[in-house]
């Protein structure tokens, strides 16, 4: 029962956190209603792959999968962030479950497979993301299936199925194909040739199918929103000191016991799934170097850890017996009280920093963020359409003022790199086409658009937005015609 107490209050934690993003109708991240709009334009026959240089500036970067599993839901109930969030959540509970299967076949434990599933969201600052509107928890969710495929069957039925999960995970978000293709060495390493052929072969012909598929369908704009206008992210080397250092500091006791069962696993096994799982995760997480990217790229990442922290809480927990001569209940015991010590006096060690708060606790939405986003949709609500809105598309989306979304982030790279040009968007606020605009604080539209909303508008009211970010200072500023 003990592992309970231990494991329970982070479980706890996160359902308390996920049930409160259910019930908050607002974007909690900025890129969330975008994900929502794609979901809608699905489902009003809309191009989801198209040029930026015209309305809607999509911005889609992104495969269709997560768009086409939400849009049915959207259907039913509306464009509503609940949809996208409610698909996130259920796969981050299906990644908790697949994560402690796999614990249970290394360790022969649910003791252990209780650990590695409450480490999964244990780590408030990258499990912060995993309710939101986005596709990276269901792209997480694939990507540990394929690996527990991998794992668990030894027919070619099996390699083929893996295979299959596999460009979905790749379908849902292209940087999965770093995590899918690590996972073949476990073939390789264990001598299953035809597996491994099988697998590969899987993913490069149904893969090739699809791709070819949405080329046709999309007059060939799919490879180029996804791909050529994909590729001129300007990376930063500080970032990874910064978001890797945040991590070892917050997390050092989980850290060095994931250190220990991953040198257990080593000289265990040499080829486990746990180990290529988390190097796979890792050549993801090394993205996070790109500008605009942020705690999603660590989402398998976090999972090896896990399966690795787990393995690590096993082999501590067996050396203890035997070192001491008492029964693996009593070693597991003595584990247990041992780690909730450290933990506890680390909790209390560390202060708020940029990306640390306690617990998950401390990003759940306030009734000051509510109050926020109500005073948001009421002027929307009450702004006669055309209107222009940078980000925070879901409450343009429910009364269907939606036209002239553009997403920035995307835009300020091709802008950056040269592939975008500002003249038609420039034009229509020269023209005073919008009746109003309605722009975040510190935006990412290219600087010839802000210039001239600057010139031909004026700000007349500053509207607060609640965020998971919260260590910004969010708001939108409402800009009307001179």
Known sequence: MLVV?????????????????????????PGEGSKILYALQI?????????????????????????????PLVAIGGPLLLWGRLVSILSIIGSIVLLACVAKRSTGSWFFSLIAGSCFVYAASISNWYSLARMDSLCCFLQILTAYIILKTNSRKGSFFAGLTAILAIYTKQTALLIVAPLACYYLFQKRWKHCLIYITTI?????ILYAGMQVITHGWFYRNLFSENVDRVFFLFRYTNF?????????PVCLVAVIGMIFLFRRQKNSIELWLFLGGLANALLIGANGSGMNYFFVFWAGVSLLFANGCYAISSWISYRFKISKDTGRILLITLMSVIQ????????????????????????????????????????????FVDRFPSIAMRYD??????????????????KWDATELVDMVRSKKFEAIFMFNKS??????KDAVKEYYKPVRTLSIGTFEIWRNRSMVVYRPQ
Not at 244 to 252: A, E, P, S, T, V
Not at 375 to 382: M, V
Not at 444 to 449: A, D, I, S, T, Y
Request: charged share 15%; aromatic share 20%; proline share 10%.
């Open 5 to 29: 107490f231990y494991t329970l209050p982070w479980l706890v934690l996160y359902c308390m956190y996920s049930v409160a993003l259910l019930e908050y109708p607002y974007e909690w991240e």
């Open 43 to 71: 489902l009003r026959g809309l191009p989801l792959y198209s040029s930026n240089q015209t309305f809607p500036m999509l911005g889609n970067c992104y495969p269709p999968l997560y768009p086409l599993v939400v849009a």
């Open 444 to 449: 990412l539209m290219p600087r010839p658009f």
């Open 344 to 387: 506890i006096c680390w909790y209390y060690s560390l202060e708020d920093t940029l990306f640390y708060r306690h617990t998950l606790y401390d990003f759940i939405p306030t009734k000051r963020d509510l109050l926020n986003g109500q005073r948001l949709e009421k002027y929307i609500r009450s702004t006669p359409a055309p209107i």
């Open 204 to 208: 490069a012909v149904t893969g090739a």
């Open 401 to 418: 003022k939606n036209d002239y979304y553009v997403e920035p982030a995307l835009i300020q790279e091709l802008n950056r790199a040269g």
């Open 244 to 252: 890797f250092g945040w991590i070892f500091r917050q997390y050092i």
